[in-house]
């Protein structure tokens, strides 16, 4: 990413997370249809649970198709690296209202006790 742009983990998770039970589904040909149908939803929600840009579905939700196609969600925290932490920095340096000065702070703190 050349231009500093940076993917939220937010949606990283959920990209990587839809994209796994999206290569399931198709390694055992199961439709949308048959994956609602396991997890006892509609169609739609199934829809937003593949959305990998949609980053407002639960945990729950994404835990449960995952494991109405055969995987399991293991998640790692880690620390942050020194250039991830610092690039918050950066933000907080220039952010412009107490909102967005105390998520970063809050970012930056688990990035650095991820590990502990």
Do not use: C, W
Not at 73 to 90: C, N, R, T, V
Not at 99 to 108: G, P, V, W, Y
């Amino acid at each position: 990413m050349s231009n500093h742009t940076t993917i939220s983990p937010e949606l990283e998770l959920k990209r990587s997370l839809a994209a796994s039970i999206l290569q399931k589904m198709e390694q055992d040909n199961l439709s949308i249809s048959a994956l609602a149908e396991r997890i006892g939803t509609g169609r739609t929600a199934v829809r937003r649970i593949l959305d990998a840009q949609n980053t407002s579905i639960t945990f729950r939700s994404m835990s449960r198709a995952a494991q109405a196609v055969g995987l399991k969600i293991k998640l790692i925290a880690e620390p942050m690296s020194p250039d991830e932490l610092g690039h918050f920095a950066q933000q907080l340096a220039k952010s412009k209202t107490k909102a967005e000065s105390a998520q970063l702070i809050t970012r930056i703190t688990e990035g650095f006790y991820a590990g502990s």
